[in-house]
């Protein structure tokens, strides 16, 4: 059975997992906890490059961190970012979702409603991850969307157009509880939501956020799971004071 095709089977069974990663070792510790897909995001713009969005991010930068997830992800199927810009024709979507195919990604994500675009990677077999709701690559800002209702409206339809054109499953990002649930309660294939309630049928978070690592990034919708930030400063500190002391490297981790 095909990876997507297990994730599809998991609709109202068994709950979704999704995190994301975009090298070998954070890869390598993801895929034995044995979550489901592994996302390579361009979310990588802000957590590994250090940008305020994922606007500027490119193809080659995408490229470059799926071979290296990939190198780690053992079983777990990869979704590789299609980043913006990189699939507004048919041509340019299946050239680019190709190279991340060849690159180590098992399925890509496209942001909106690109319906021409998923519709050709679908029947052409490269299964395709949905994403609506809150679009970081073309937000002016970032903040719920759906509370209005002609804008519920919309993003119902969206989709129920992606369920249509044939994705394998999609992110539901930043959407009031209400909307998901009926989302997902409307749609064939799987939700996974990030900012969109407990109804969705998975959950994805940036594992960056749920770690802990940026004391200042704390928005209403991550859950911090673990103080990776604390975590590395106490351990740097301790390092610093042991060298200081001469108490670092002590026998034990000295050739002789
Ligand atoms: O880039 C990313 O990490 C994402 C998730 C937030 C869904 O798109």
Known sequence: ??????????????????LTAYDFQMA??????????????????????????????????????????????????????LPRDSCNSVEDGLRNAKLFIKAGAHGVKIEGKKAEVIKALASGGIPVMGHIGMLPQTAESYH?????????????????ALDRLGVFSMVLECIPEDLAKMITETVDVPTIGIGAGKYCD????????????DDDFKPKY???????????KDAVSKFIEEVFEGKFPDDEHTYH
Do not use: C, W
Request: aromatic fraction near 4%.
């Open 222 to 232: 991550v859950k911090v799971y673990a103080n990776f930030n604390k975590a590395t």
């Open 144 to 160: 719920v969307k759906g509370k209005k209702p002609e804008e519920a409206e919309q993003i119902l339809q969206d989709a129920r």
């Open 28 to 81: 390598r510790i993801l895929a034995r906890t044995g979550i489901d897909l592994i996302l390579v995001g361009d979310s990588l713009a802000m957590v590994v490059q250090g940008r305020s969005d994922t606007k500027s991010v490119t193809m080659s930068d995408m490229i470059y961190h799926i071979k290296a997830a990939a190198r780690g992800a053992e079983n777990t199927p990869i979704i590789g970012d």
């Open 1 to 18: 059975m095909s990876f997507q095709e297990r994730i599809r089977q998991k609709k109202g069974k068994e709950k979704i997992i999704m």
């Open 202 to 213: 998975g959950q994805v978070l940036v594992t960056n956020d749920m770690l802990g690592f």
